[in-house]
């Protein structure tokens, strides 16, 4: 009953916390006309925490891609102040600097 007034979306055990379940499995036990009133509201709660938790996911992986962008540019800069001091080097070898 619950599962169906918790969410239009199939939700798995995964996406929804244990708290959240145990409340579910809380208001199944109540009399359908409290159940009734106390559904919805559930239902909400758990789109929220599903939203909020997907939307920590994308962050999280967000930062990892800034991360591992920010090590491939710190290589980068730090190859190119290599090439540029090596030139340099030759550069005042053969006297042209």
Not at 65 to 72: E, F, H, I, P, S
Request: glycine share 2%; net charge neutral; aromatic share 4%.
């Amino acid at each position: 009953m619950i599962p169906n007034a918790i969410g239009s979306k199939t939700q798995t055990a995964d996406e929804t916390p244990i708290e959240l379940q145990e409340m579910a499995k809380a208001i199944e036990s109540l009399p359908a006309r409290y159940r009734e009133v106390v559904a919805p509201a559930m239902a909400r709660v758990v789109e929220c925490s599903t939203r909020r938790r997907r939307i920590l996911n994308l962050v999280q992986e967000a930062l990892s891609q800034l991360r591992l962008d920010m090590k491939y540019l710190i290589f980068d800069l730090e190859a190119t102040r290599r090439e540029r001091d090596q030139y340099k080097e030759m550069l005042e070898k053969d006297g042209l600097l």
